[in-house]
């Protein structure tokens, strides 16, 4: 049995920023991690993942993101900083441990880990995210669907997917990501409750977190109330006109799932062969009648 003054349950972003201030205040805290090396679930993501904050926006208390500012960094580079940041950080970090239970004691709590581990602490933080348990909405049918059904989380690149249909389920900024770089190999939709939302990634020539921070908006109490409805796709301008072009199309969130196939609330249908559920949407592949590159006849874009 072990003891610490501080234990932060995940090695992400933010377990790694709260061991710092913890560090930073003469704690000594102790990170249990999940994932067998540095960088919590970033070494996971979809290969061409693009952050949509700049540089001097995605860096971490102490340590600024190196490079050019003003771009955007992808999945690897996010990668290489929070290893580095892992490497210097002033706290204990046990990879590859992942926590079973937390219980309450009299002085603190106590941590149990699935290798049977033991750490006792006054004070715990989660800082696991979601990665490892995402939210697989209900839809109906699913439960006898017939086809392949994965989570995204095992989506790297679009390699094996030319020539499928492919429907996307969801309009967050990965949905569309995945959505736009699947139609480069493939006939590919996005399906939503309601329309897509875009938001402007730069305006005036600068970043519009850029904005949130000089107008104070980012840390003011009416930031939030500002902002209505699903959460928009921050966009250079690429994605919004990839929609409009038709790739990937935009179409009705399907009403149910019927066997092998998709079906629409005008009662049109694909037969579906696989595809991937992603994190808290989905993302399916499919493919219509005999295959190939087709399109369900009378489904709006």
Known sequence: MTSADLVVIGGGQSGLATAN???RRGLRPLMLDAAAGPGGSWPAYYDSLTLFSPARFSGLPG?????DPDRYPVRDEVVAYLTAYTEALDAEVRSGTRVQQVTATQDGFMITTVDGGV???PAVVAASGGFGFPFRPKLAGLESF???VLHAAEYRNPDGLAGARVV????GNSAVQIAVELARVAAVSITTRGKLRFQRQR???RDFHWWLTRTGLDTSRWGPRLVSGTVPVIDDGRYRAAV????PDHRPLPQRFDGDRIVWGDGTSCSAQRGWERGWRVV????CGGGGDCRCAGIGV
């Open 63 to 67: 340590m600024p993101f190196p490079g």
């Open 284 to 287: 399916r592949r499919w493919r």
């Open 203 to 205: 305006i005036l020539g």
């Open 244 to 247: 409009a072009a038709g790739r």
């Open 146 to 148: 017939t086809g392949r």
């Open 119 to 121: 750490v006792r602490a």
């Open 168 to 171: 996307v389920v969801g309009g």
């Open 21 to 23: 201030a913890a560090a």
